[in-house]
């Protein structure tokens, strides 16, 4: 084979493609216009290996059209307008073109908006694919143009057929024991080409028995988790972290971290996020949250990994299992809006200082009580501004630590009306 398994046995119609069911099923959107006879300019969007290319292809060879490949990593605008043309002579003597390009997302604002004129005068039924979230990463103007197919990872049921069928392919048995061919499309996380590759890989060596999950670990290595530093994966599992902290799901929480951490995220990047969780989602509910999150902060700067990840473990299982508390964080956002919405008003001038002369004849200091030497330490004195109504910001819930909070806040509270 001078090609890639994988390649060769790329299916020629969408009826060969294994999963994928909400575009190809029944009433799927693929299925739809290839019945139809009439494709429709299309983004297809999801993980590596799951079956873009060969989507498009299929389209191509079911609708009879030609199929024109680009990467949008190796070409610019001269190879749109070089692809075009011929395009154009097609459609002169009654041909349809299919153009695909791969990675769209890598192409620019101005790349992109070269496909307008062509995809709006129908010189090609324009497929794009991606890795990225369209709405994200493409130009509005495209998406109108465009419908959106959402792609899923493979199942571990799907690549178990597709391993059947390389088995058939290459008419010799995979040296694999049954639970190593599970494993197998296990460790492919949803990736048919990393399990072609695999398959094409064991079947060409010479094996005394068939492998078995650990020695398939042993001389596969194992298909990272899916993860970047920027891209949507890594916003979606900072999210499941966040989510599931805030659901108090301390297990969930542990699996999220450790998708990051295994998948090559930079820790301090965890630590920073937990430590604003401290702060906004734990809050007043429990004051040491913060503290610990610091001191875990602290601890991996000084240790770093493998000894400082218990740290950040003990941190994961300290936030998700402690009261929730937004409280503080409302009283900001509220404090903040009236702040801006009311401008420069001057504090009331009992509760200013008073350092010149001229600033005690202007009134500065008059009537200030000195809270700690009255009585009940409190004097009850209002430091809003002059003819500005109170607004009450901080509203306290009854838990964690807060119930005490709570109870200081609607005592100070009721002395201050009472006093007024």
């Known amino acids: 084979m001078t090609r890639p398994l994988a390649d060769l046995m790329r299916p020629k119609t969408i009826d060969e493609i294994v999963g994928q069911t909400d575009l190809l099923g029944e009433n799927g959107i693929v299925r739809r216009m290839v019945e139809n006879g009439n494709l429709s300019n299309l983004i297809l969007w999801g993980p590596p290996g799951c079956g873009k290319t060969t989507i498009a292809r299929a389209l191509a060879n079911s609708i009879d059209m030609d199929f024109v490949p680009m990467s949008a990593v190796f070409s610019g605008t001269a190879d749109i307008k070089k692809a075009m043309d011929a395009a154009r002579m097609n459609r002169d003597i009654g041909r349809n073109t299919l153009l695909f390009i ?57 690549l178990l057929v597709l391993t059947d069928r ?42 005394k028995k068939d492998l078995s999950p650990d ?22 599992l900072i999210s499941a972290v966040h989510k599931s902290l805030r659901s ?26 937990l430590t604003r969780f401290a702060m906004e989602d734990v809050g007043l509910a429990d004051p040491n949250a913060m503290q610990i999150a610091l ?18 473990t003990e941190l994961v299982i300290y936030l998700a299992t402690a009261p929730k508390s937004i409280s503080a964080y409302k009283a900001q956002m509220a404090s903040y809006s009236v702040a801006r919405d009311t401008g420069s008003l001057m504090p009331p001038k009992n509760i200013l200082n008073a350092p010149t002369k001229m600033m005690k004849n202007l009134g500065y200091g008059d009537g200030y009580v000195y809270d700690p030497e009255t009585e009940s330490g ?17 509203k306290p819930v009854e838990r964690g630590f807060e119930r005490e ?9 009721s002395f201050r009306k009472k006093n007024n």
Not at 123 to 142: D, I, K, Q, R
Not at 222 to 234: F, Q, V
Request: charged share 25%.
């Open 102 to 158: 791969d990675e769209i997302h890598r192409f620019n604002k101005t790349q992109q908006d070269t496909l307008l004129p062509y995809l709006e005068d129908g010189t090609v039924t324009f497929v794009g694919a991606t890795t990225e979230n369209p709405s994200f990463n493409l130009n509005n103007a495209l998406l109108s143009r465009c419908h959106i197919g959402v792609l899923k990872p493979l199942s571990t049921a799907d």
């Open 215 to 236: 020695k398939l670990d042993e001389i596969v290595q194992k298909r990272a988790p899916l993860s970047d530093k920027s891209g949507d994966e890594h916003y979606n």
């Open 378 to 394: 409190c004097s009850g004195q209002n430091c809003f501004p002059d003819n500005m109504e109170r607004v009450s910001f901080y």
């Open 166 to 207: 390389a088995e058939k392919f290459l008419n010799k048995k995979i040296p694999l024991t049954s639970d190593a061919r599970t494993h197998l499309c296990q460790m492919s996380d949803g990736d048919a080409r990393f399990l072609l590759n695999t398959i094409e890989y064991i079947s060409g060596a010479k094996f």
């Open 248 to 273: 108090s799901d301390t297990d969930a929480a542990l699996y999220w971290v450790a998708r990051m951490i295994t998948s090559g995220q930079d820790p301090r990047y965890v630590l920073r996020r």
């Open 295 to 312: 001191s875990a902060w602290q601890i991996y700067e000084r240790m770093g990994s493998p000894e400082g990840d218990i740290a950040l």
């Open 405 to 413: 909070i709570k109870k200081r806040f609607d005592y100070w509270n």
